[in-house]
C-alpha cells in the first residue's frame, strides 16, 4: 500500500516551453501533498505544500508564478513549470500524506527535468 | 530556519550493525522524526517514523532521546543492497514545516 507515482519520469524541454508533471496517489486519498525539489548530491527541499480544494503554499523563496500548482483530486496533485530555463533543471519529486490520520509522507518516483 | 544536520558520508561491511544519527536542535512540540532512503535518480524509500523513546520495525529501530534534538537509525544487519544515502525528515502536518537533513551516504562493502 502506499504507493504515489509520478508521470513523466523524466523530460527534457527547450528554454521558454512550460512542462507540467503529475503526482498520483494510487491507493490512499491524500487531501495534502509535497512537492519537493533535489539538485545533485543536494538534500530535498520543500517547494510547496499542495491542499485538495485550495490554494498551495509556497515556500520562501519559490516562485508560486513560476511553479503553478493544482491539486483538483484527492488523488492528483500537478507541477507545471512555466517558461522552463536551464536553472529549472533538477529532480523533482512530490509525495502524499494519508487522510488515514497519519504523519508519515509517501514519495513519487520522481521527475528528472532538463531544460536546453 | 531550523537546521537539521547529519554526518555525509558512513563506510560499513556486510552484516554490521550500522547507526546514523540526525541533529535537529530546534525541533518543534509536535514534529515528527522520520527516516528515508533514497537510491540514485529515485524517491526516497520510508524506513521507519518515531515521536520520542524507541521504535522498531521489520527492518530498522530508531532511538530518540528525551530531549527530542537528536535521533538515531540503526540498520541491524546490513547487506551491499543498503548502499544508498540516508535522510532523515523532522515536520508535522501541524506547521506543515518539513525540513529534510543533509543526507548520510552509506556504503556498504563486502
Request: charged share 15%; net charge positive; aromatic share 12%.
Amino acid at each position: 500500500g502506499a504507493v504515489v507515482s509520478q508521470h513523466p519520469s523524466w523530460v527534457i524541454c527547450k528554454s521558454g516551453t512550460s512542462v507540467k508533471i503529475e503526482c498520483r496517489s494510487l491507493d490512499f486519498q491524500a487531501t495534502t501533498m509535497f512537492w519537493y525539489r533535489q539538485f545533485p548530491k543536494q538534500s530535498l527541499m520543500l517547494m510547496a505544500t499542495s491542499n485538495e480544494g485550495s490554494k498551495a503554499t509556497y515556500e520562501q523563496g519559490v516562485e508560486k508564478d513560476k511553479f503553478l500548482i493544482n491539486h483538483a483530486s484527492l488523488t492528483l496533485s500537478t507541477l507545471t513549470v512555466t517558461s522552463a530555463h536551464p536553472e529549472d533543471s533538477s529532480f523533482y519529486i512530490c509525495s502524499a500524506r494519508s487522510d488515514r490520520g497519519e504523519e508519515t509522507q509517501y514519495f513519487g518516483p520522481g521527475t528528472r527535468l532538463l531544460v536546453l | 530556519l531550523a537546521k537539521t544536520t547529519q554526518p555525509i558520508s558512513m563506510d560499513s561491511y556486510e552484516g554490521q550493525e550500522v547507526n546514523i544519527t540526525c541533529s535537529h536542535n530546534n525541533i518543534a512540540t509536535n514534529d515528527y522524526i522520520t527516516w528515508y532512503q533514497q537510491f540514485p535518480s529515485q524517491g526516497p524509500r520510508f524506513i521507519i517514523q518515531g515521536y520520542k523513546t524507541k521504535v522498531t520495525n521489520e527492518v530498522a529501530s530508531l532511538f530518540i532521546p528525551a530531549d527530542r534534538k537528536s535521533s538515531t537509525l540503526s540498520l541491524p544487519r546490513v547487506s551491499l543492497s543498503d548502499t544508498a544515502v540516508y535522510y532523515c525528515l523532522v515536520g508535522s502536518s501541524g506547521t506543515y514545516k518539513y525540513i529534510f537533513g543533509t543526507g548520510t551516504r552509506l556504503k556498504v562493502l563486502a
